[in-house]
């Protein structure tokens, strides 16, 4: 097993076991009844905080800053239900991977380079995105201190006025500030997991292309289609194992990000437009990232016609051209990754998103210039 390939999976599985998402059937009770009780302190129960927050806020600015929260916990909290009941799919999905590798292994005179390289790219951008995170929580960390209010909009069933109830104050704000360090990264390693499968299908179909184009026999063809039919199964699977977790983070992306900025465009407030900054970034990350490898996908996917007409094709039999032509056909549907059927998981995509959740933000907006005369 090459360990560099496995450096995505190896972090995600080292997240994913400590903070209690393995159930798989095989750990222990402890470990069952933990993970269970770690989602219902830091996700569940802030989501209920922050709905009687949302439901007693005073206008809508206020609103507004608790509802970018409210998106990102609902989404989790569905992501991390998604990931608990495909598990198993999950688990044989990466199965999937090795038994790729054993059989592409005619392509390590190439050394895995096409792998490696979109393999790498997730790898880093995984560290970025976690550690855009991170600089969130930390942001977050010094509002008690130098602004003597609570990190973020949650209702508690006590008083956490600094002036009226000090300890109250501090005991909610220490809470909030540890609460958004794990779940900030399980909120990352959620996102960033079906990109790491998204980079294994470019990989291998980059491999594909580079080997179509040296086909000189039926032969050579037919373990072509063998692992085209191969790759084709796996990208299917990381449509089921993922289509529903990232369509609901779409539509509560959306929401996030109109609502953030229009947080932003009124805030007046230095140390919360740093926070509200911080914080949307890894919101646009979330949406960018499996839209930028899915585009990636279909591109790598549309080149595998393109090689076969680079491939010595000339000079082969009719039986081997006609072999060529079929599978040319088969081949002109590109491979790509939807979101529920609905949109394809693309650029496009991404772009069309961003132009909903500003057409929210004008609405918002201008509602709000209406009710100030």
């Not at 989602?39 to 206020?62: K, M, T």
Request: with cysteine; hydrophobic share 45%; aromatic share 16%.
């Amino acid at each position: 097993m090459d360990a560099e390939l496995y450096k995505p999976f190896r972090l995600s599985l080292f997240f994913f076991k400590r903070l209690g998402m393995w159930q798989d059937g095989e750990q222990t009770w402890t470990y069952f009844v933990c993970g269970y009780l770690f989602h219902f302190v830091f996700v569940y129960l802030y989501i209920f905080g922050q709905v009687i927050y949302l439901i007693n806020s005073a206008d809508l600015l206020d609103f507004a800053e608790a509802f970018v929260l409210t998106t990102t916990f609902v989404a989790q909290a569905f992501k991390s239900y998604n990931f608990f009941m495909k598990l198993k799919r999950i688990k044989r999905s990466m199965e999937n991977i090795n038994n790729l590798l054993e059989k592409t292994d005619h392509e390590t005179n190439f050394g895995r380079k096409l792998i490696r390289q979109e393999v790498s790219l997730c790898y880093k951008v995984y560290l970025i995105f976690w550690s855009s995170a991170i600089v969130t929580v930390i942001s977050g960390a010094f509002a008690p201190v130098l602004s003597s209010k609570s990190p973020y909009k949650v209702w508690f069933p006590f008083d956490t006025n600094k002036e009226t109830n000090e300890v109250g104050f501090w005991i909610s704000s220490y809470y909030l500030v540890f609460n958004s360090i794990p779940i900030s990264t399980l909120d990352i390693t959620l996102d960033t997991f079906p990109v790491i499968f998204m980079a294994f299908a470019i990989g291998f179909l980059r491999e594909l292309s580079e080997r179509l184009k040296k086909i000189r026999n039926n032969h050579e063809l037919v373990q072509c289609v063998v692992i085209h039919k191969e790759v084709k199964l796996f990208i299917k699977d990381i449509h089921d194992n993922f289509a529903e977790a990232i369509f609901f983070q779409g539509i509560m992306s959306s929401l996030t990000l109109c609502t953030g900025v229009f947080t932003m465009s009124v805030t007046e407030n230095l140390t919360q437009l740093i926070r509200i900054i911080t914080f949307l970034i890894p919101m646009l990350l979330e949406i960018f990232l499996p839209c930028y490898f899915g585009n990636e996908l279909s591109i790598a996917s549309s080149t595998l016609t393109t090689s076969i007409f680079q491939s010595n094709w000339i000079d082969g039999d009719m039986t081997f051209k006609r072999a060529l032509m079929i599978f040319t056909e088969c081949n002109r549907k590109e491979l790509k990754i939807t979101s529920l059927g609905l949109f394809d998981v693309n650029i496009a995509t991404f772009s069309s998103i961003g132009r909903s959740a500003y057409s929210v933000f004008n609405v918002l907006k201008q509602s709000t210039n209406r009710n100030s005369y």
